[in-house]
């Protein structure tokens, strides 16, 4: 029954994505927008018995809901100003404070599906409360309709207000950098994957404001080279996340969990995991060089337009939005370099890190409790086993590690068919203009810079088999050679066994350089001396009372660092406050007197004819 519903779920998610895309009516297309947020809702309550996964399923509803209601105001202003349903006639809407404001709220409905801070909250609790599966099918393919919402509404309505332009360009910078931030210090793979998406939705939409700038000062160059960049955005964004949450829904399955795990996918119980899973392993570490943006990925290509998009400022005639674009681009610059940090922790622990020292003790202890109280990940996996995906997941993984490397390099063909895609926004001509020859790109403005993936493909395995070769001429057998030397310590506590980083130690500096953003926690507190049986570097958590713990033979300080949610704790926590205090309130009315409710009845009855009375 399990499996059938959350099949059912997959199937209306797709229809609702399969139905908003070929709507022709507005009301066909609200229709479909709220039969995704349904879909959305049942995905990730899927699991609604686990901790965490029913509030996420309600967050997600609720932003769904305020997504749907924007979007129905919007389309209902342009109706009743157009005086048809049809999508293709709303454009026809009279300029004017209706129109604007349409435009305004059809942008927001959009914004919020895709992430758009301060809306961006629902994405990382709705991608980790869903199910493996089900994680590639909401960030992979279906939150992308929010994006081909944004698309229509500027081929419908052209350039929004210059204010909602700066708007959008402030807060894509923002939402890029805000993902990327918390995606490098999160110590759960789900979550580390889930803020990434932020981070993409914020490069996209960045774009998308280079779009809306060109169609402001009505440069049709500036609006190609924007939405392409975007749009290949879209592209590497889809087929890498998809790729991600495919490969780590085994990857956290299998894990091994410890002493000090926190969670299903923590990225230290985590660690080397990804060695016995080959197939699933694999496709992690192309997600991750895919999103951190290196050459031979459509990561690269991607980023390498959007940046030569945000640098064609100097373009624009209009002082203010030349300082907006920059201040995106820095932003988006920042983002791409925090990118390869955030990535590089993903591979070095979970592909590459070899697993966790452990004692046998605390082995066998982990285990007695497993094999007494086993949790639904150990029922799927086995005891002491690891479980790859058969020959259908591996298919699968294979298709998208194709399409994060391929479409890199037939990157000239891939552009030719968005360019026509693209057409209804802008003249096919002008985007083709990205083509400077049949395998050579650049950003639409010709001699400004150019870029061939294509042959990056081709010289750059050249230039490694080169190396490969001198190398073994000049170095013989030595090259294969195999010495095992302790690793090296310097100063710090060591990098080997026992003492090898953790994911946190990995995340500090980018903690400690981001706090002003993170507002980071720290604290720094003793702890009782390990007893015999406890494993060296998992310290028993109680506190030692006195001030004299430390001086204490084998006792040892614990470090907790934490990050904030600066939305959710300056934002939402403060308007929930007000809006709880109100269903306190109503919460007593439901269980008054009959007598009572009557009276409220025959109150409100009174104040609507005499309201009536007046207004005639």
């Not at 890190?353 to 996996?381: F, H, I, K, L, T």
């Not at 993936?453 to 050249?462: E, H, K, N, T």
């Not at 009959?594 to 025959?602: C, I, N, P, R, V």
């Amino acid at each position: 029954v399990g499996r059938r519903g959350l099949g059912a779920g997959y199937a209306l998610t797709l229809g609702a994505v399969a139905v908003f895309l070929t709507a022709a009516d507005a009301f066909t297309a609200l229709l479909a927008w709220e039969l995704l947020t349904v879909a959305f809702y049942l995905l990730v309550g899927f699991e609604r018995g686990r901790p965490g996964r029913g509030s996420g399923a309600l967050i997600t509803l609720a932003f769904g809901r305020i997504s749907g209601a924007a979007l129905l105001v919007g389309l209902l202003l342009l109706a009743v100003r157009s005086g048809s349903l049809s999508i293709a006639s709303l454009g026809q809407a009279p300029a004017g404070p209706a129109r604007e404001t349409a435009q305004a709220l059809l942008i927001a409905g959009f914004a919020i599906k895709v992430g758009l801070v301060p809306f961006q909250v629902w994405l990382p609790r709705g991608y980790a409360a869903a199910p493996g599966p089900a994680r590639a099918i909401m960030g992979g393919v279906a939150v992308n309709v929010g994006f081909y919402g944004l698309w229509r509404a500027l081929a419908l309505l052209g350039a929004p207000p210059a204010w909602l332009i700066g708007l959008l360009l402030v807060l894509a910078g923002l939402t890029a950098l805000l993902g990327i931030a918390h995606a490098a210090v999160q110590p759960g793979l789900q979550r580390v994957i889930a803020y990434s998406s932020v981070e993409n939705s914020g490069l996209i939409l960045a774009g998308y404001g280079v779009a809306l700038t060109g169609a402001a000062i009505a440069d049709e160059r500036l609006v190609a080279v924007g939405l392409l960049a975007a749009t290949l955005q879209i592209v590497a964004h889809t087929a890498a996340k998809s790729l991600l949450f495919t490969a780590s829904a085994v990857i956290s399955v299998n894990g091994d969990r410890g002493p000090r795990d926190t969670g299903d996918d923590n990225l230290d119980a985590l660690r080397g995991s990804a060695r016995r899973l080959p197939w699933s392993g694999t496709g992690l570490a192309i997600g991750s060089l895919t999103l951190a943006g290196l050459p031979l990925t459509i990561g690269f290509a991607s980023e390498w337009f959007l940046l030569e998009a945000l640098m064609q400022q100097f373009r624009v005639p209009v002082l203010g939005y030349r300082l907006l674009l920059a201040v995106a681009g820095a932003a988006v610059a920042l983002t791409v370099g925090f990118a390869g940090v955030t990535f590089v922790r993903l591979i070095g622990l979970v592909v590459l890190g070899p697993p966790p020292v452990q004692a046998a003790q605390s082995v066998q202890a982990v285990r007695a409790v497993r094999a007494a109280q086993p949790d639904a990940s150990s029922e799927r996996a086995g005891p002491g086993r690891s479980r790859d995906y058969g020959w259908l997941g591996r298919a699968g993984i294979v298709g998208l590690c194709a399409a994060c490397l391929a479409t890199a390099g037939a990157l000239p063909l891939v552009i030719r068919v968005l360019a026509a895609g693209l057409s209804p926004v802008v003249p096919l001509a002008v985007t083709s203009g990205a083509l400077r020859s049949p395998w050579v790109v650049q950003p639409v403005f010709s001699g400004f810079s150019i870029l061939s993936p294509s042959w990056l493909w081709i010289v750059m395995p050249l230039l490694a088999l080169a190396v490969l070769t001198v190398t073994r001429l000049l170095a013989g057998t030595r090259m294969t050679r195999i010495r095992r030397v302790p690793a090296w310590r310097s100063a710090s506590a060591g990098v080997d066994g026992a003492d090898c980083y953790t994911a946190t130690g990995f995340a500090n500096p980018t903690r400690r350089v981001l706090a002003a953003v993170l507002h980071t926690q720290s604290e720094v507190r003793p702890l009782r001396p390990a007893p015999a049986a406890t494993v060296a570097g998992t310290p028993d958590s109680g506190p030692e009372p006195g001030p004299a713990a430390g001086s204490q033979p084998g006792a040892r300080l614990g470090y907790t660092s934490d990050v904030i949610e600066v939305v959710e704790a300056y934002l939402y926590r403060p308007a929930l406050r007000p809006v709880l205090a109100v269903v306190r309130a109503a919460k007593r009315l439901q269980s008054g007197r009959l007598d009572a409710y009557l009276g409220y009845m025959l109150i409100a009855l009174v104040a609507v004819l005499a309201l009536v009375t007046a207004l005639a």
